[in-house]
């Protein structure tokens, strides 16, 4: 049998695996301690304290976060969709990110586009229904309707 970690070596452990945010951690660690800890306030108390210590000693840090979500995410939805999950993370995009993801979310949801359909819509059904898959994928609008144009143009 193995020994049980403490909070703070399955913090460490937790953040091997991937990069976590504040509050996606605090979650995970708070399910050990409180298993752990028959009182719940002193487990939130202990928590915090290794959240604290870990983002001081740049083990945890929502930067690294951020763009480690939109470098997973950028390649298969659109602006509004990593928004929306950054912010039930509690985090938000840098301006720089916020930039280059808004520059490169045409070309983003042309190649979302031609690996899921790969042709023209044959009428306004099936066009409508390439838009709503564009749509779920949290592509803006005017997006859509550019890869939706541009793909008749070509």
């Known amino acids: 049998m193995r020994p049980r970690l403490s909070l703070k070596g399955r913090g460490l452990q937790i953040l091997?695996?991937?990069e976590h945010s504040r509050s996606e951690l605090r979650r995970k660690?708070?399910?050990?301690?409180?298993?752990?800890?028959?009182?719940?306030?002193?487990?939130?108390e202990q928590?915090?304290?290794?959240l604290d210590w870990l983002q001081a000693?740049?083990?945890?840090?929502?930067?690294?976060?951020?763009?480690?979500?939109?470098?997973a995410r950028a390649s298969?939805?659109?602006?509004?969709?990593?928004?929306?999950e950054l912010a039930q993370h509690g985090v938000a995009l840098t301006a720089d990110t916020a930039q280059q993801l808004k520059d490169s979310e045409l070309a983003r949801?042309?190649?979302?586009?031609?690996?899921?359909?790969?042709?023209?819509?044959?009428?306004?059904?099936?066009?409508?229904r390439q838009m709503r898959f564009l749509a779920g994928r949290?592509?803006?609008?005017?997006?859509?309707?550019?890869?939706?144009?541009?793909?008749?143009d070509d």
């Open 138 to 152: 949290g592509f803006s609008s005017e997006v859509i309707r550019q890869v939706a144009r541009g793909v008749e």
């Open 29 to 44: 660690l708070l399910a050990h301690a409180q298993k752990d800890e028959a009182e719940a306030g002193s487990a939130i």
């Open 109 to 128: 949801a042309r190649e979302v586009w031609s690996r899921k359909f790969g042709q023209p819509a044959a009428d306004a059904a099936q066009r409508a």
């Open 76 to 84: 298969r939805y659109g602006n509004l969709r990593i928004r929306q």
């Open 47 to 50: 928590v915090e304290a290794v």
């Open 57 to 71: 000693n740049r083990y945890l840090c929502e930067e690294r976060f951020v763009e480690s979500r939109v470098h």
């Open 16 to 18: 091997a695996q991937r």
